[in-house]
């Protein structure tokens, strides 16, 4: 059973824009919080956002503050990052992640996870 699924990834341009979303399949998951992790070829799946259920506590890690942004519309159940002044290094698949716990989605132990989006930041 898919809970998350993720779209909106691409190829873009160093220095470009890009949204990926994270759709939820059961409206249980509006209350829960959810986050974005990503994992570059031959490295670890690190940390990249984090949401709160309501939308009101957001945390990125230090590699992206100041041009990602994650948000999330509960209405919809889906999650977004948006991500400006894209660079080559920030080329991975980019992961969606959800749990009831706070700390577990912004450690990476989510009891959820979608399948991936591939984004890649050309020179």
């Known amino acids: 059973q898919v809970h998350l699924v993720e779209s909106g990834g691409g190829l873009v341009q160093a220095g470009g824009s890009l949204r990926v979303s994270c759709a939820a399949s059961?409206?249980?998951?509006?209350?829960?919080?959810m986050g974005w992790f990503r994992q570059a070829p031959g490295k670890e799946r690190e940390f990249v956002a984090v949401i709160d259920w309501r939308g009101q506590a957001t945390r990125v890690a230090d590699s992206v503050k100041g041009r990602f942004t994650i948000s999330r519309d509960n209405g919809k159940i889906t999650i977004y990052l948006q991500m400006n002044a894209l660079d080559p290094e920030d080329t991975a698949i980019y992961y969606c992640?959800?749990?009831?716990?706070?700390?577990?989605?912004?450690?990476?132990?989510?009891?959820?996870w979608g399948q991936g989006t591939q984004v890649t930041v050309s020179t």
């Open positions: 059961e409206r249980t998951f509006s209350l829960y919080h």
């Open positions: 992640a959800a749990d009831p716990e706070y700390s577990s989605v912004v450690s990476g132990r989510s009891k959820y």
